[in-house]
């Protein structure tokens, strides 16, 4: 498996690459993300139809093409979302995803507004987005790579996360 730390210095460096104000530097910081992911039996793609980078085990690539057919699990597979954040006003997207996070608490309690507080601060800081906006792929990194790292939960946060956050989109959604 790809270290954690590895995965987030080639997410830094395409999006180097990304914002980058030339071709040659470009080039450059892809051609040191390669290096980096190469050292580690891994390599990478971008994804242009969703702006996610993918990163996979090199023994997966036969003649430049990625064989599906021949993976078992892709559990070694990881995917960093490069999607921009939204063009909204961070204090509009804060207020509001707040209020939601009140709601949440009114309704269903100070542990499953704990994990709701979280989940907007993950949408806030991370998409610059109202949690309703939130996709099945921003709840999977929340729950499987934010959560776990960032925020220090009580046991009980953690056995009822997964549903704070269903409890959350449901009422941001209403």
């Not at 608490?105 to 507080?117: L, P, V, Y």
């Not at 987005?129 to 709840?139: D, G, H, R, S």
């Not at 990194?141 to 009822?160: A, C, D, G, H, M």
């Amino acid at each position: 498996m790809l270290p954690e730390n590895i995965a987030d210095e080639a997410e830094r460096l395409t999006r180097r690459a990304r914002d980058a104000s030339d071709a040659d530097e470009a080039e450059s910081a892809r051609r040191q993300r390669d290096e980096v992911l190469a050292r580690h039996g891994y390599i990478a793609r971008e994804r242009t139809a969703d702006t996610t980078l993918v990163l996979y085990p090199s023994e997966w690539v036969t003649d430049g093409r990625v064989r599906i057919e021949q993976i078992e699990t892709t559990d070694s597979a990881i995917e960093r979302p490069l999607e921009a954040p939204g063009n909204a006003d961070w204090e509009m997207v804060e207020a509001h995803n707040r209020t939601i996070v009140e709601r949440v608490t009114e309704q269903h309690g100070d542990i499953h507004g704990k994990n709701a507080a979280a989940f907007a601060d993950f949408m806030g800081n991370h998409y610059l987005k109202p949690i309703e906006e939130a996709t099945e792929t921003m709840c999977k990194e929340f729950l499987r790579e934010y959560y776990p790292r960032n925020v220090w939960p009580s046991k009980k946060q953690r056995t009822i996360v997964e549903q704070s956050v269903e409890l959350t989109l449901d009422i941001a959604r209403e």
